[in-house]
């Protein structure tokens, strides 16, 4: 079945082409892949392309509903740019989305091949405290921190975390990183505050980083358990041999007198 052409709808400026993601929260300043199979969001995405606008991607309440109406769907989501796109043999769409803004949705639209939606652009215009460069540089470090803990992590993302200087995109870009529900990620998305929001960062980094730490002692404990039972296995073993060196020697010694 052919996708219907899209390029022939203009939206207006406050409607956005939406791509439902059913178990995946994309945050502004953030590079991620996606993947796209359903058909309303492959015409979301041919529209965008043709027409050369963003796009919304917005979190599923529930990730078995295949066609998801507005009580399905979060409220906030984040209009994305497509900085890259390609089709598979089997007609999957792989797309890399770069995360612009957080939107509100006010209501579907109808009449498009794709979902559409009426939305509110959520600017972030909060003055920079004392307290909020305070929380933003306990983060960063927290976040490199988190980064030396886990295995084969590229170096480039700890150097992206040093450049991000404004407060907001650091909390954005760090939520991206971290091994947490997608529940939870979606609440951090709707924290517009920012100095919120990185005081919530803050906190499950750091649950984070404590899981890790304890992970790895109880792993160095096992190990030393194992390595200390090979040893005394292995004592035990080469004790046994000196017995048995030690008797047969006895044995020839008394055979001798």
């Known amino acids: 079945m052919e996708q219907p052409v899209t390029s022939q709808f203009e939206l207006p ?28 969001s492959i015409a979301t995405i041919e ?14 309440k529930d990730a078995a509903v295949d066609n998801p109406g ?15 796109h390609m089709t598979s043999d089997d007609k999957t769409h792989h797309v890399v989305c770069q995360g612009v803004e957080r939107f509100h949705i006010e209501a579907l639209i109808e009449g498009y091949p794709f979902l559409a939606a009426r939305i509110k652009r959520i600017e972030e ?30 170096a480039e993302l700890a150097h992206a975390l040093q450049a991000t200087r404004a407060p907001s995109d ?11 529900e997608v529940s939870e990620k979606q609440m951090l998305l709707e924290t517009i505050d920012t ?5 919530k960062v803050l906190h499950i980094l750091s649950r984070r980083i404590e899981v890790l730490r304890l992970s790895q002692e109880i792993g160095e404990r096992t190990k030393e ?15 046994k041999a000196i017995q048995k060196e030690l008797g047969e020697d006895g044995d020839n010694v008394k055979g001798g007198h």
């Open 13 to 40: 400026a406050d409607v956005i082409a939406l791509v439902p993601m059913r178990n995946v929260v994309l945050f502004p300043h953030v590079l991620m892949p996606i993947t796209v199979g359903r058909v309303r």
């Open 47 to 60: 529209h965008a392309l043709q027409s050369k606008v963003p796009i919304g991607i917005v979190l599923q």
């Open 70 to 84: 507005l009580e399905a769907l979060c409220g906030t989501g984040t209009i994305a740019n497509i900085v890259r």
């Open 125 to 154: 215009s909060a003055p920079i405290t004392t307290q909020t460069e305070a929380l933003a540089l306990q983060l960063r470090e927290r976040a490199i921190e988190i980064l030396s803990l886990l295995p084969g992590v590229p």
């Open 170 to 180: 650091l909390a954005d870009i760090t939520a991206s990183l971290l091994d947490t």
């Open 195 to 199: 100095e919120e929001r990185l005081q």
């Open 225 to 239: 358990q194992m390595e200390d039972r090979e040893r005394k296995y292995l004592l035990r073993e080469q004790l």
